[in-house]
Each structure stands twice: as C-alpha cells, then as structure tokens.
C-alpha cells in the first residue's frame, strides 16, 4: 500500500493528512474512495483517543484493502474549519466519514445532512440524529470504575487522584465512575480532582506541561495512584509519576504499550480502555459491506467497547488486585453494580 503524506495548502482544512490510495473491497460493492478521518485536538501522535481512531482506521484499509485520508486538526479552529474538513472529505467520495471527538457535532450534523448518500460517524456524541449518521459512543464510567477499584486497591496511603481534561459532561463519566469504583474498596478513600481547563480550545487535551504541573500537585498533596482522562495532557500526567515512582492509570489506549511511553512505562499500573479503533473499524466494515450502522451504537465492558489494559506484569502479579478488578468487571457486566455516570 503505498502511503503518502499530503501538505493541505486550503486554510482550515487541517495542518496534514495521510493519504492512502488503494482498490476497492474485493467484494465489489463498495464503491468509495476509502475512510475519512479527521483528528480532534492533540491530533495523531497522542498515544491515547486520536491513535485508538488511527488504529481502527489502518486494521480497516488494510482489512477491506480501501484507501483512506486522516486529517489533523488546527489549533483554535473554528466549527467551520471543521465544516469545511467534513466536506473536503466527503466531497472526495470517502465514505464513511468519521470526526473523532464531541467537538465534531456541529459540523457533522451540518455536512450530513448536504450528502445523504455518505455514513458520517462521530465518536463521543450522542446527539446527532439523521438517517446517515452512526453516534458512536461509550460505557466510560464503566472502565473508569475498574480504573478506581485498581487505584484504591493499589494505594498504600488510601490517596489517589483525578484529573480531567476539560471540565465537560463527557469527562465527568470518567470521574464518577473513578470514584465509585474506589469507593466501593475503600468507603474513606480521599480523592484529589483536578480539571485542566474549562474548554478544549484552553489546551485541556493537548498540553502535556498542564498535566504533569497538575500531577506534580495532586502527588506533593499525598496521592500515590493518578488517573487521567486528558487525552496528550496524560503524558505528563504519565512523565510525573514515573518521576515521583506512584503509578499512574492511563486512558482510551492501552497506555503500557506506547512507544513514545516506553521510558516510564513501568509505572503505568493499567488504562481504562475505550475501543475507539473497534468503533471506527465497525463502521467502516458496515459500510463497505452495504448495511452501514446508524443510530446509537454504545460500547460497554460486555461488548468490549470499553475495558482495563493489563499488560504490566507488575499488575498481573498483583493477585489481589487483579481478582478485585475482575469481579468489579463480572459484576457490572452482571447488573449487580450499576455505574453512575455524574458525580459532580
């Protein structure tokens, strides 16, 4: 497959892209040009949501032998940048066409209804209805309370810690789920909580030095487990507590596995997974073979749309904890723990 990176000279449309140029399906029915991507802020490279998307969006071309075109995001763009990025890509005959992130919500509600006969999907946004539109969305509270019964199971001084990237609705299910999940091993828990920025376009997801400042603080004030949800603010989330030797929980990626982590790989405990690549793998799968998905399509730990990453064999030898967070998990997917969902 040969790949070539493209330079976009059109303002707004995105600082690069990745075009891949491939034949159609062997099963002849899909007559698109490929899979259109278009990041959310921190862009590709993020080791956590942007490369769970990319991951789903290679397996895909590969799989289907499709071509396919992702694109990066602007700093401080506006909706209509991402407009005009949604339309770049569908106008080109990609299809589906996927906006990674809550962000993409006006955007895709406005370039689906202009090209009914392509499958938008966005992840993280359940409010977009139209008959050519996949929401595809996630159980997060419940991977985020596997997250906190690890921590609080972990913790030697019955201190652990949030933080957030942005203070939103949809960040607020990591939280409340973190919480229960600690609270439910140990009632008196103390739980620091930290929330980067108030907005995406303040940087909450895309600027590591705002995590590690707030790890450094949530750390020096006690905690010796630190959990995020802050997309490529996590790596210095990630950075500070391999420095301070307390474990850090990752999130949407298995985080041990990164290479751009590696040298702190160690004191990454696990992540609270998210199957981003699944959504955008199954989407693309529905389309290329003629039923594409529309509607809600929520993933939760019994489908494994969500889950937690234990790849550290220091984790595995954890007995205890390891058994903890297995029940937890068996328990939910039971019914027996519901998940709450805001905690704030």
Request: proline content about 3%; glycine content about 12%.
């Amino acid at each position: 497959m040969a790949v070539a990176v493209v330079a976009l000279a059109a303002a707004g449309c995105g600082k690069s892209s990745t075009d891949s140029h491939s034949s159609s399906s062997e099963s002849g029915r899909y007559a698109g040009k490929g899979i259109g991507l278009a990041y959310d802020v921190g862009g590709k490279g993020d080791q956590s949501f942007n490369d769970a998307a990319f991951a789903g969006f290679e397996k895909a071309q590969k799989e289907f032998k499709i071509g396919g075109r992702d694109i990066e995001p602007q700093d401080g763009e506006s909706d209509a940048d991402k407009v005009q990025r949604l339309e770049q890509l569908a106008k080109a005959g990609y299809n589906p066409v996927i906006g990674v992130g809550f962000v993409y919500a006006p955007a895709v509600k406005e370039v689906a209804a202009k090209y009914p006969k392509i499958t938008f999907g966005i992840i993280d946004d359940d409010t977009v209805k139209a008959p050519n539109v996949a929401d595809l969305v996630f159980h997060e509270e419940q991977s985020s309370y596997l997250a906190g019964v690890a921590a609080a199971k972990t913790s030697k001084k019955n201190h652990i810690g949030f933080i957030g990237g942005v203070d939103v609705p949809l960040i607020h299910k990591f939280e409340a789920g973190f919480d229960q999940g600690a609270k439910s091993v140990n009632p008196k828990i103390k739980i620091e909580s930290q929330y980067l920025t108030q907005t995406a376009q303040e940087g909450g997801f895309s600027s590591p030095d705002k995590g590690r400042d707030a790890a450094n603080g949530q750390i020096e004030a006690g905690a010796d487990v630190v959990y995020h949800a802050a997309g490529l603010s996590g790596q210095g989330v990630i950075q500070s507590a391999a420095e301070h030797k307390v474990w850090a929980i990752g999130v949407d990626s298995d985080q041990y596995g990164q290479s751009s982590l590696a040298k702190y790989k160690d004191w990454i405990l696990g992540s609270a997974l998210k199957n981003v690549g699944g959504a955008v793998y199954d989407l693309t799968k529905s389309v290329v073979d003629g039923k594409p998905l529309t509607g809600e399509v929520r993933g939760d730990l019994k489908s494994g749309g969500v889950g937690f990453a234990d790849s550290n064999p220091k984790y595995q030898a954890m007995k205890d904890v390891v058994a903890a967070v297995d029940r937890a998990k068996q328990d939910i997917i039971s019914g027996k723990v519901t998940v709450s969902t805001s905690g704030r």
